[in-house]
Structure formats: C-alpha cells, structure tokens
T-cell receptor
Framework: AQKVTQAQTEISVVEKEDVTLDCVYETRDTTYYLFWYKQPPSGELVFLIRRNSFDEQNEISGRYSWNFQKSTSSFNFTITASQVVDSAVYFCALSETGTYKYIFGTGTRLKVLA | DAGVIQSPRHEVTEMGQEVTLRCKLISGHNSLFWYRQTMMRGLELLIYFNNNVPIDDSGMPEDRFSAKMPNASFSTLKIQPSEPRDSAVYFC??????????????FGEGSRLTVL
C-alpha cells in the first residue's frame, strides 16, 4: 500500500536560515509520481513540484530545491534563506500509476520568525 | 481559465441537516478527487472519479456520505444527516490523467463546514 510519512510535525527557524523538510514514501509500484504542496495561512493548496520516479535529478527553483533519492525512498524539500512568507504547512504526496490515488502526508508546519 | 470552483465556501448547519457541497472541475480534466482536512487527521482522500466513474470510495467515512458526478464537469458531496464530527474543510481537486501519468492536482479553495 502507498504511504507518505512526514515525521516533522512543526519546524521553527529564524529568517534567512536554511530548512529541510523530510518526506519518506512507500510504494510497490515502479512508476509513481511525487509532489509537494504548500498551504499558507489563507488555506489554499498551492502546487510546488511534480517528479516522476524515473527522474532522480535534483531540482532547484529559486530558493527552493528538491532532493529525490529512490534508494532511501525520500523526496526532501529545502528552502534556502527562508523568509517569513515561507511560513505555511507543506505537504508531500504520492501517486501510483496503478491506483491513481494521490495520498498526502500529514504535513509539516514551518514557522519562519523575523 | 477558471480554476476548480467550490461552493459554498462556508456552511454552518445544525446536526441532522443535509449538507451538499459542490465542485466544478477545470475544463478538460477527467479526474475528480474529494478530500477532507481536519487538524487530527490531515488531508484524507474520500473518493475519486475518473471519467465520471467512481474508482475508489474506500475513504468515505460512513453511509451518511455520498458523492456523485452527473457530468464531466460537476460533482457533489452530500452528507445526510450531518454530525458535529463532520466539521472540516472539504477540498475538491481535479487533474488530467494522460498517458504521461499523474498530473498536477488542482485544488479548489475548499468548503469549510461547521456542524453545530
């Protein structure tokens, strides 16, 4: 069965610090997709990234970067030089091609303090 | 293009009343997902449809919950009768399932339900 674990419930950092949010997944499929979403205090869910299981290249988008490692079933998210506006709940999600369900982790609440 | 549209945005009702939440998909999307978000349980997948057909409703908590997709662009989630423990934010999301695999999920803004 597919499962996503975000062990960090809440993280607090001071502005300009780097922070890494962990995501570990379980799946029996060889083809699957991983996602990160951001939920700011306003409540909407904002898509950040989609990655398929065959693409292990790390990705960088501005201050955001993602480290995908199949060997450890992890898809971690790093924010460099964090800002107060990064304060939100971040969700990791998995979709298997077999079931086509999108299963979300429990989220990590990030607080960036000025 | 308009995103996923949910209504109502907020609903306050009394225990025992029927609640209907509505969702309009993004044009061209063929998959529809209903999620429920609470502090205790996070984002739970309730049910999802592909090409108007319910594929998996194993997340629907009880028979009091039902969902329909009468056409390719619209879905409803009904709770009858409602109970206080149903209080949550209900999200609808749509995506386009293609040969390229699972696409991005586009979420609506959510319907916040409070059952007194």
């Amino acid at each position: 069965a597919q499962k996503v674990t975000q062990a960090q419930t809440e993280i607090s950092v001071v502005e300009k610090e780097d922070v890494t949010l962990d995501c570990v997944y379980e799946t029996r499929d060889t083809t699957y997709y991983l996602f990160w979403y951001k939920q700011p205090p306003s409540g909407e869910l904002v898509f950040l990234i989609r990655r398929n299981s065959f693409d292990e290249q790390n990705e960088i988008s501005g201050r955001y970067s993602w480290n995908f490692q199949k060997s450890t079933s992890s898809f971690n998210f790093t924010i460099t030089a964090s800002q107060v506006v990064d304060s939100a709940v971040y969700f990791c999600a998995l979709s298997e091609t077999g079931t086509y369900k999108y299963i979300f982790g429990t989220g990590t609440r990030l607080k960036v303090l000025a | 293009d308009a995103g996923v549209i949910q209504s109502p945005r907020h609903e306050v009702t009394e225990m025992g009343q029927e609640v209907t939440l509505r969702c309009k998909l993004i044009s061209g999307h063929n998959s529809l997902f209903w999620y429920r978000q609470t502090m205790m349980r996070g984002l739970e997948l309730l049910i999802y449809f592909n090409n108007n057909v319910p594929i998996d409703d194993s997340g629907m908590p009880e028979d009091r919950f039902s969902a329909k997709m009468p056409n390719a662009s619209f879905s409803t989630l009904k709770i009858q009768p409602s109970e206080p423990r149903d209080s949550a934010v209900y999200f609808c999301a749509s995506s386009s399932r293609t040969s390229g695999g699972a696409g991005e999920l586009f979420f609506g803004e959510g319907s916040r339900l409070t059952v007194l």
